[in-house]
């Protein structure tokens, strides 16, 4: 069956590092487009990055751009989000997704920016 499987997260301080991974199965990963999402309580589910399905293309939201990489690898059927320079205001539960003719999501997993 398809799945996404973030990892990585967890609690960093401020101005600190942290690279999420997400592990996708049961597809073919290197078709899709893949996403980052991020979650706040209380807040709206906002796009983060996206990778095209080769890796060729990445667009980031303003309040990352600078600070987050996106990046996959095709041969791990892994994408992932290098976090720099982490603000509070990045704490979220972060999602991946993969988008072409069907969406997934992952399950989520929380980044807390906090000293």
């Known amino acids: 069956q398809v799945q996404l499987v973030e990892s990585g997260g967890g609690l960093v301080q401020p101005g600190g590092s942290l690279r999420l991974s997400c592990a996708a199965s049961g597809f073919s990963f290197s078709t899709y487009n893949m996403r980052w999402y991020r979650q706040a309580p209380g807040k709206e589910r906002e796009l983060v990055a996206v990778?095209?399905?080769?890796?060729?293309?990445?667009t980031y939201a303003d309040s990352v751009k600078g600070r987050f990489t996106i990046s996959r690898d095709n041969g791990k059927k892994t994408v992932y989000l290098q976090m720099n320079a982490l603000k509070p205001e990045d704490t979220a539960v972060y999602f991946c997704?993969?988008?072409?003719?069907?969406?997934?999501w992952g399950q989520g997993i929380q980044v807390t920016v906090s000293s």
């Open positions: 990778i095209s399905n080769v890796g060729d293309t990445t």
């Open positions: 997704y993969a988008v072409q003719f069907r969406a997934y």
